[in-house]
């Protein structure tokens, strides 16, 4: 049996990349780790568990209805960054506000997380692939203060690191530090994430799109125009047009276009109309990643990374995948 590369060590191996750093970063990865393997754990067995399927009774900032998980994962993760020392404050899908963490040894991190605990909540209770999307910041304000609003709106473009964990049929974590992207197993049998999917490519096309066609006639005329003569038709060398694919949880369906190839599309509609997912939690860490594997992610007329945010939870559409697959639909917009 060949050697195996535990996250861990794989880390390790990399902090000498980072010249200045002096193994925060790392500690936060691994702080990261750990927690997406306890929420991993209590995924697994959720049927099983009183009071973890289902709703909370209580809506975010968003309207949307918390399920229990959501709450869990959300606490897992945050206490976890209390008590590693790297962060100096979060903001989630979850919470209303960011949390400037207020201990003297939290207020020494260098580092803000923004993130999403549990990614595609709706396909909790029914046992389909859920996720966690992570970005990671250095903060702008001065270390030993208390975090600001202005460590958590920065442009994607400064993410140090970003990435998500996909509980799917393995567990699996996947992220970037800026050279490259790493996806690595979790090995319940030994309770470790093992690197089984060196430096990602996303192929620069594909034959799956995603998008929540119920939508089709509430979006733009380029969208429907886009999905109904491009996507749904024969192409030349082709048998078949396109594979319609959505799972409705993002982390899977970008998951498996960064592997197979394919475009993940949430225009802006009448309903939602500066679209649905959030540009800080959802959007700029999968489009760092999608960039760093060769791919591309706009809010259908500009770089999502480059967008620069002014509220926590501001949504934008999403376009995100294969080059040439979000190129070729970008095309179709005015
Ligand atoms: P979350 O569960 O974190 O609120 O995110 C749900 C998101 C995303 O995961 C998914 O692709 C999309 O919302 C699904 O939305 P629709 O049900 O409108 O298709
Ligand atoms: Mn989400
Ligand atoms: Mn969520």
Redesign the pocket.
């Known amino acids: 049996m060949s050697k195996v590369t535990t996250l861990h060590e794989f880390i390790m191996d990399r902090q000498a990349d980072f010249p200045f750093a002096s193994g925060e970063l790392s500690r936060l990865l691994n702080d990261i780790a750990v927690a997406s393997k306890v929420v991993s754990k209590d995924v697994r067995r959720a049927g099983l568990l009183e009071n973890f399927l289902g709703a909370q009774g209580s809506t975010n900032i968003q309207g949307?209805e918390q399920q229990k998980l959501d709450v869990i994962a959300d606490n897992q993760f945050i206490n976890m960054f209390k008590a590693g020392g790297e962060v100096c404050g979060i903001a989630s899908?979850e919470n209303d506000d960011f949390m400037a963490f207020d201990s003297e040894f939290s207020k020494n991190g260098k580092y803000v997380v923004l993130f999403?605990p549990?990614?595609?909540?709706?396909n909790i209770d029914v046992n389909v692939s859920i996720g966690t999307i992570f970005s990671i910041y250095r903060r702008k304000s001065d270390i030993g203060s208390l975090a600001t609003m202005e460590d958590m709106l920065q442009m994607g473009q400064e993410q140090i690191a970003a990435g998500y964990v996909l509980y799917g049929s393995s567990t699996m974590l996947v992220y970037t530090t800026g050279r490259g992207v790493n996806g690595f197993t979790l090995d319940p049998s030994i309770g470790e994430f093992c690197l089984s999917h060196p430096d990602m490519k996303m192929p620069e096309t594909g034959r799956m799109y995603a998008m929540?066609e119920g939508n089709i006639n509430i979006c733009e005329e380029g969208i429907k125009e886009y999905i109904e003569t491009y996507c749904q038709q024969t192409q030349p060398g082709h048998a078949r047009p396109y594979s319609g694919r959505y799972i409705?949880?993002?982390?899977a369906?970008f998951h498996r276009n960064l592997i197979k190839g394919g475009i993940y599309i949430?225009p802006d509609t009448s309903v939602d109309p500066e679209g649905?997912?959030r540009l800080l939690y959802?959007c700029n860490p999968l489009a760092f990643i999608a960039e760093q594997a060769g791919g591309l992610a706009t809010d259908g007329r500009n770089r999502i990374m480059s967008i620069s945010p002014g509220r926590l939870h501001q949504r934008v559409p999403f376009f995100i995948g294969s080059k040439k697959m979000v190129e070729q639909a970008m095309s179709f917009l005015k």
């Open positions: 949307e899908e999403d549990l990614d595609g909540s709706s929540n409705g949880s993002l982390v369906d949430y649905k997912l959802e």
